[in-house]
């Protein structure tokens, strides 16, 4: 059999659409390219199973619609995976009909986190042939392939499929897989060098993404109230830290590859931190490549910070969300904004890049609370506590604690099925006193902390080598092209 991981290009969207390995849905006029770890992982585990994988990435290939479609036709592959999110799911559906049009027999499988939280629509919406919930469609795919192909009887929990002209299902997932019996990805086979470059995230390149655990640890009360990724992996599990330095290893040895970015929701803390920074250590990779990872605020000290810049470690991204304590503790974020200023303070004194996220138009927030929160963006970039920053719109998926929330109090602005609207180019949400435009001008004046001249100057001061030099041309390029982003919005 035939299987083709798919990411088809969008019709009618200009700019690169960002799905796969990206926690919330965005379109970037610089180009940006994330590798998608979960689908590498499920080519890998076909390929070493025996089976024909053809890696069919249209949006990083830079395909248009028409010759990515053709090209499947050509290869009409016996299975196809596409991966989707909730701006992009009703464009989906019709790119699958056109699947079905040009590859009759082939059958289609939709997965991610908006069909996870909503499988019987997309079955009665769409001509897809399968639904697979959960984040660990890697190992399900494999399990529905052999099973299509008759090596396995069995179907597990987590599948949608139609029998009789009924929607069925097996039962709801169940994240019960070992991590630690993967492969090794295989590279080559999911052209990694596609996104090794174009990627705002490296220093240096060429780059490449890791993910040592699923997805975030932090589950209390069922984790962040925005995020759609506890939707995917309710549970966090995570590989052996020698399992990741063996990773680490021979991306270097192998590859060549000279900075890692680990994707996993939150990186693992205590004495899994701990073991991995010293074979990172003992081994000499922390001399060879450069290591970045999403950490929380509020649960590492000093010498951890210490010890990870140590291991090769130089950016941290750390989500702050917004200034207001009651914000914080709305989104079940469970730390403080003095967590917030330490923490960025404490990894910049180690010597680590903080890269901070941000948020802008909740419902329950006031201008001046957002305004609060842009004054905090600037102070911690200023004081070089935080060395780069990300500035979006509230944006609530299906599946997520703050979209229940939003259907209930009526905070929806939109209608809550118009999919297509929840693509960052406008709020979705009502807020208390702001207008749509003044959400999308506030991120914008966030973006435009990097224009402070204090900023600038303490940033200009940091320039030790053409590396430095070329990371921080890169870097304005990203960031007015987010300034032209949200000036079109």
Not at 272 to 298: A, H
Request: aromatic share 10%; glycine share 8%; with cysteine.
């Amino acid at each position: 059999m035939k299987i083709s991981i798919s990411n088809p290009p969008i019709p009618g969207i200009k700019g690169t659409p960002t799905i796969s390995q990206n926690r919330q849905f965005q379109v970037f006029s610089e180009p940006t390219y994330i590798y998608p770890v979960v689908p590498a992982y499920a080519a890998t585990l076909l390929k070493v199973t025996g089976y024909d994988v053809v890696w069919d990435d249209g949006v990083a290939e830079e395909k248009s619609y028409d010759r990515w479609l053709s090209g499947l036709g050509r290869d009409s592959p016996d299975v196809v995976l596409i991966e989707t999110k909730t701006p992009v799911v009703k464009r989906h559906w019709r790119i699958i009909g056109d699947v079905k049009d040009a590859c009759p027999e082939t059958r289609v499988v939709l997965v991610g986190d908006h069909v996870t939280a909503l499988p019987r629509e997309s079955m009665e919406s769409s001509r897809v042939d399968f639904v697979i919930e959960g984040g660990d469609y890697d190992f399900l795919l494999l399990n529905l392939v052999e099973y299509l192909d008759g090596r396995t009887s069995v179907l597990e929990p987590g599948i949608w499929y139609r029998e009789d002209g009924e929607v069925k299902n097996t039962g709801h997932f169940v994240l019960n897989h070992d991590l630690n019996s993967l492969p090794l990805i295989d590279r080559d086979l999911t052209k990694w060098r596609l996104y090794s470059e174009k990627n705002g995230n490296f220093k240096v390149t060429p780059g490449t993404y890791t993910m040592v655990g699923r997805d975030c640890w932090h589950r209390k009360n069922g984790g962040c109230s925005f995020c759609s990724w506890p939707t995917l992996y309710p549970t966090f599990r995570s590989r052996k830290p020698e399992s990741l330095v063996d990773e680490v290893g021979v991306l270097i040895e192998r590859y060549g590859v000279r900075e890692v970015m680990d994707d996993t929701g939150t990186f693992v803390i205590g004495e899994p931190l701990k073991r991995f920074c010293e074979l990172m250590i003992e081994r000499g990779y922390s001399d060879e490549v450069v290591l970045d990872c999403n950490m929380r605020f509020g649960v590492l000290s000093v010498e951890d910070y210490r010890l990870m810049k140590r291991a090769g470690f130089r950016m941290l991204l750390f989500g702050v969300e917004s200034a207001s304590q009651k914000t914080l503790d709305r989104l079940n974020k469970g730390i403080t904004v003095d967590d917030i200023v330490r923490g960025c303070r404490m990894a910049s004194e180690a010597g680590l890049e903080p890269h901070i996220t941000i948020m802008v138009g909740y419902p329950w927030e006031t201008r001046e609370d957002a305004l609060g929160t842009l004054r905090l963006a600037k102070a911690l970039m200023e004081k070089g506590w935080a060395f780069t920053l990300q500035s979006t719109i509230v944006m609530p998926y299906p599946g997520t604690k703050m979209y229940g929330e939003a259907l209930d109090n009526g905070w929806f602005r939109v209608d809550p099925r118009d999919y297509d609207r929840f693509d960052m180019t406008e709020p979705v949400l009502k807020t208390v006193d702001m207008e749509p435009e003044d959400v999308t001008r506030i991120c914008d004046e966030i973006y435009r902390s990097f224009l402070s001249p204090k900023y600038v100057f303490r940033h200009l001061a940091r320039v030790r080598s053409f590396r430095d030099l070329s990371y921080s041309l890169r870097g304005v390029a990203k960031v007015l092209g987010h300034i032209r982003d949200f000036a079109r919005r």
